[in-house]
């Protein structure tokens, strides 16, 4: 059975934990929603479990047909990163719904406000 390395398995370490720590660091100063930092820190939290359970990398890339583990890695990154980016467009959309409706809404208060007849303020017309 293949095993990662002992400086390899160090390094990867380091960098997963530093990217945990990144990630904690940009939620603390309110730069990272809290709405993403759990997509985010699940991909630190898979960098520190592929490391620690490579044997499981080792079964996924038999299992699927791979030669190599990193041809997996690769293929993981690439869904994880078509996911990120379907959710990422879902978010566009929806903000681009609401800045249309308040655009049209301010619009609309921006008319009435200008306008002086009593056909834009029913609220103001007189009693008959």
Same mark, same amino acid.
């Given at each position: 059975?293949?095993?990662?390395?002992?400086?390899? +398995?160090?390094?990867?370490?380091?960098?997963?934990?530093?990217?945990?720590?990144?990630?904690? %660091?940009?939620?603390?100063?309110?730069?990272?929603?809290?709405?993403?930092?759990? !997509?985010?820190?699940?991909?630190?939290?898979?960098?520190?479990?592929? !490391?620690?359970?490579?044997?499981?990398? *080792?079964? *996924?890339?038999?299992?699927?047909?791979?030669?190599?583990?990193?041809?997996? *890695? #690769?293929?993981?990154? #690439? #869904?994880?990163?078509?996911?990120?980016?379907?959710? +990422?467009?879902? !978010?566009?959309?929806?903000?681009? %719904?609401?800045?249309?409706?308040?655009?049209?809404?301010?619009?609309? *208060? %921006?008319?009435?406000?200008?306008?002086?007849?009593?056909?834009?303020? /029913?609220?103001?017309? /007189?009693?008959?």
């Amino acid at each position: 059975m293949i095993m990662i390395q002992p400086r390899q +398995f160090i390094a990867s370490i380091i960098i997963a934990i530093a990217l945990l720590a990144l990630i904690i %660091r940009l939620v603390q100063k309110g730069r990272l929603d809290i709405a993403y930092c759990w !997509v985010w820190l699940g991909i630190g939290l898979s960098a520190i479990l592929v !490391v620690v359970r490579y044997e499981w990398l *080792l079964a *996924l890339s038999d299992l699927i047909g791979v030669v190599t583990t990193t041809t997996t *890695l #690769f293929l993981i990154a #690439f #869904f994880v990163l078509l996911l990120m980016t379907l959710q +990422f467009s879902l !978010v566009i959309s929806q903000h681009r %719904r609401q800045i249309k409706k308040l655009s049209q809404e301010v619009a609309l *208060l %921006r008319g009435a406000a200008t306008d002086p007849s009593p056909a834009a303020h /029913p609220s103001a017309a /007189p009693d008959s």
